[in-house]
């Protein structure tokens, strides 16, 4: 029984979804998961016609997360879910990761972790209770990239940080296409659906994130401006924010949807007193090493003797084979998955498997959704404290 697969549900990522399929198939990557249920839709039909595609048998398709979890605890131990991951709009992943947690099923979670930040608190204990584990989706922390970037910092080879840009540009809400039918906009754009934050708390929490990922840094405070272009909107498109963090770094963090002819073009750039360093997702196989005294060096990301271990952990190719999105996304679900596998056997997880998100970065995402909210909309711009 120890050494078998994991068995996953899953709540939403039907075929009217947008981001269920990717999850799908990151889970699947490395043979350690197979997909043995799920409620893939509000709409039952779509959700019966969804699992049937995915080769489920009717009666592990089921119309709610509900009547999901409440079967699933009356099959043997062996048949049953160990995890569901949620891929629902913010205002729904609350209640299913909770009662998964109460059934004690682990939890995989897209982000922003809940609706509101008093929602991830209460996750939060409801892990530290049960000793379940929940992984959040921070899907580019998980480029081997960014983990060789993270390691190369941490062990001092640009000294001392001084300052980082962290900008990630969308155009796809350029023009009020919540009012269309045929796109994933309308919850997206809705603050009774995703909250208070739009564009903030949609894509400005990966940019959060990876800047403290990558420093090892956590901001402390933050002076923001916050923006809605699309005329009628009622949520952020676009925000700016001035970051400060606990170890004197100093950073600039940027997201927008408004930015016409952008589609996921996120860079990261961190300089020392050493160097700086240099990565972009749409070129994720490349780290740039900036000098100010010899030419700058581009590490190609591969399997290379001169990557450190801990990005080499998370790579799968020779160099030269891009790994890109939904290798990121491997990641993130093999280390979780390896996390419960090894704590199923009695072992303690190693510090490999240990790297993914998890609900204190859920937490603190929403600690940032909300300091940003505090401080973008006020007109007198001044330094807002981090909001616990």
Known sequence: MKNKKLKMGMVGGGSDAFI??????????????????GCFSIDPEISK??????????????????????????LPEEERLDFVTIVTPNKFHFEPAMMALERGIHVVLDKPITFSLEEAKQLQQKVEETDLILALTHVYTGYPAVKEMK?????????????????????WLADRIELESGNNAGWRTDPKL?????????????????????????????CAELTTFAPGRQVDDDGTAFLHFDGGLKG?????QIAKGEANNIRLRVYGEKGGMEWRQMDPNKL??????????????????????????????PAGHPEGFLEAFANIYRNFALTVMTKRNGKEPTKDMLDFPTVYDGVRGMQFIETMVEAGWNNDIKWQPWIE
């Open 20 to 37: 269920g399929a990717i999850h799908r198939r990151a889970a699947l990557m490395e043979n350690l998961v197979e997909l043995v249920c």
């Open 151 to 171: 390691d190369r910092i941490a062990k001092g080879e640009l000294g001392k940080l001084r300052r980082l840009y962290v900008e990630y540009p969308q155009g």
């Open 252 to 256: 600039v963090l940027t997201a927008s």
């Open 194 to 222: 995703t909250g208070k934050a739009g564009c903030i708390g949609d894509i400005g929490t990966h940019a959060w994130h990876l800047a403290e990922y990558v420093s090892g840094q956590q901001v402390t405070e933050l």
């Open 288 to 317: 740039i090493m900036k000098w100010g005294n010899k030419p700058e060096e581009i590490i190609h990301i591969g399997n290379n003797t001169f990557l450190g271990e801990f990005a080499g952990w998370d790579v799968r190719t």
């Open 49 to 74: 016609s969804s699992g049937r595609s995915y080769f489920l048998p009717d009666n592990r398709i089921y119309n709610s997360y509900q009547e999901m979890f409440e079967h699933e605890m009356t």
